[in-house]
């Protein structure tokens, strides 16, 4: 099973600023089929990014996505109010897919 | 518009059934994959399988391989999680969402709006 790790666990900025999250597997996630999610309290997740680095529909281009293999950032350039939230990366290369155990980005 | 539609949250015994649904709307429902994801109260996404619709292949995480059951009906565009006997443990927010491609490696692009199910004595 590839264990997928993010950090920061918590990460405090203001809006403007720019957010780095990480997210490390445990083993190499071939072909980048890594994705990242937002969530909202009460809300089901949202896809933001495929693909590593591809933004799905609608999503504004302030989010990026980066990396290959064992490493992958979400880059969130200009915080605005509505993206404090929880996010998630996921890989679906291999069974079970799995989840990192989120990181949440609060107002500071 | 694809959608994706839960059953109403629920109140169990421990020990009791149950069969939650996922209605789909909006595209091809047997040419996509469609997973369940569990979140435990305060807690993060736990991805427990996915199931095809077009010929009800499915794939279960071994963490839920044996405690939970997929289906799907294709006369109904509707995907199906079912427990035969709950536990408390089973007490979460159960999402279904849909592979964003025609292949069991993919993404969820679209989620349904979560099912609450409480399990208590």
């Known amino acids: 099973e590839i264990v997928l790790t993010q950090s920061p666990g918590t990460l405090s900025l203001s809006p403007g600023e720019r957010a780095t999250l990480s997210c490390r597997a445990s083993q190499s996630v071939s072909s980048s089929y890594l994705a990242w999610y937002q969530q909202k309290p009460g809300q089901a997740p949202r896809l933001l990014i495929y693909g590593a680095s591809s933004r799905a529909i609608g999503i504004p281009d302030r989010f990026s996505g980066s990396g290959s293999g064992t490493d992958f950032t979400l880059t969130i350039s200009r915080l605005e109010p509505e993206d404090f939230a929880v996010y998630y990366c996921?890989?679906?290369?291999?069974?079970?897919?799995?989840f990192g155990q989120g990181t949440r980005l609060e107002i500071k | 518009e694809v959608q994706l539609v839960q059953s109403g949250a629920e109140v169990k015994k421990p020990g009791e059934s149950l069969m939650i649904s996922c209605k789909a709307s909006g595209y091809s429902f047997t040419t996509y994959w469609i997973g369940w994801v569990r979140q435990m109260p305060g807690k993060g996404l736990e991805w427990m399988g996915i199931i095809y619709p077009g010929d009800s292949g499915t794939r279960y995480s071994p963490s839920f391989q044996g405690q939970v059951t997929f289906s799907a009906d294709k006369s109904t565009n509707t995907a199906f999680l079912q427990w035969n006997s709950l536990k408390a443990s089973d007490t979460a927010m159960y999402y279904c969402?849909?592979?964003?491609?025609?292949?069991?490696?993919?993404?969820?692009?679209?989620w349904g709006q979560g099912t609450l199910v409480t399990v208590s004595s």
């Open positions: 996921q890989q679906y290369v291999s069974s079970p897919r799995t």
């Open positions: 969402a849909r592979h964003m491609a025609p292949r069991p490696t993919a993404g969820f692009d679209y």
